[in-house]
């Protein structure tokens, strides 16, 4: 088993190297400007006087003529005589100012001014402060680019650390999101260290495992079931057949075996629907088979007929034009038959209009009708309408789910005229 240090412990120490890093980073750029600034300020300054005092001696030859630095100047008078003092200077009482004024090469230069009185003397001294300024924005524009420069640098080891954060989760999904595409269980854990990520790997092993089993579990009793109910299905229409073919059988007997056959047949039909379901697969006929709607919708209206009894209502079917879709008929037949057999079941009196074509089957009823609210949360598993007091609020959750298999639509809504229309529309995916 790999050992790597915990996730957070990894977070904690890459950012406190990143800071203490580009810390000093910084502050060895810093001491490098300043050092190289104050350098190249005093070599500048070296290098103009040392120029100022080659003219000097060029215009005064003498060995005792006096000179003078150009970077200051002292001036030095009786309090209240001020007459070989500039008149810039004379305003300022003691003190030392930051002025401009024009030197002797006719160039505006910063400078500072000190300036000392008592009631002896007035005192002046003049210092050029160019060649600072000078630094101060070299210094200034240095900084600026170092900031730009550490926040790039930044940038760039902070996208590489959280790279080298986050691989173990990045990998981790990686292989999730292949596992989930495959379909086949597998093991994560062994791919990663003893960390966080290791440990969300090892939970992630656990629930895989309890959910392939609970999946394989119902795999098994949907196929058991499917299995031992067909067969007395099987058993109950092969009987009921062989009593049809009897000659001697009177008819109201023969009307209840018929009754018995669509009962079993439509028992197939729901079994094969909901194992559909169970299954989330959607199952086409083979070989480009199609339905024909038409003859599904007649089958379901006489399989529930039972639903109407003695009940005043006209069934009315109406084929505007043939429909087939690519589905079984199993399908279709258990969608129909939940939308047909409510509006049986709902309508006291009055009729049912069944309308085929357009890519549509309609069903509309003179019954009670449903609220324009509880339209949709028909739908619903386990939700009946207001106006209706039976049923336990399934088979149109049934038809919901089925419509969501195949890409069909299913809806329903108030008639103005009174009672309810529900409407299945076919498409193909």
Known sequence: MRYRRRLRSRII????????????????????????????????????????????????????????????????????????????????????????????????????LAVYKDADYWAYLWFDVSSQKLGERQLQVAIASAVFVFALLSLLIGFWLSARVMSPLVDLARRVRALSQSGQPGRLRMHFANDEVGQ??????????????????????????????RTPLAVIASTTELLQASSDLADKPRERLKRIERAVRQCSELIDALLLLSRRERQAPTDGETTDVARVVEQVVDSQRPHLGNKPIEVRVDIDQPLAVPAPSSVVAVALSNLIGNAFKYTPAGEVIITV?????????????????????????????????????????IVRRLCELYGWQVSLAPRPQGGATATLRFSER
């Open 13 to 112: 120490i890459s950012f406190a190297l990143f800071g203490l890093g580009l810390t000093a980073l910084f502050a060895v750029a810093t001491i490098y400007m300043r050092t190289r600034l104050e350098d190249q300020l005093v070599n500048s300054t070296l290098e103009r006087e040392i120029r100022h005092f080659v003219e000097f001696k060029r215009a005064n030859p003498d060995p005792a003529a006096p000179w003078a630095m150009s970077l200051y100047q002292a001036q030095i008078v009786r309090a209240g005589r001020s007459a070989t003092v500039p008149l810039a200077w004379q305003k300022y009482d003691a003190g030392v100012y930051d002025i401009e004024d024009i030197d002797r090469n006719g160039v505006l230069r910063p400078f500072k």
């Open 200 to 229: 969300l790997a090892e939970a992630l092993d656990d629930y895989s495992m309890r959910l392939t089993e609970m999946v394989q579990r119902d795999r098994e009793f949907n196929a058991d079931v499917s299995h031992e109910l």
């Open 357 to 397: 074509g357009h890519g549509r089957v309609s069903v509309e009823d003179t019954g009670p009708g449903i609220a324009a609210e509880d339209a949709e949360k028909l739908f619903e598993r386990g939700v009946r309408g207001t106006r209706q007091g039976k049923g336990g609020g399934l088979g149109l959750a």
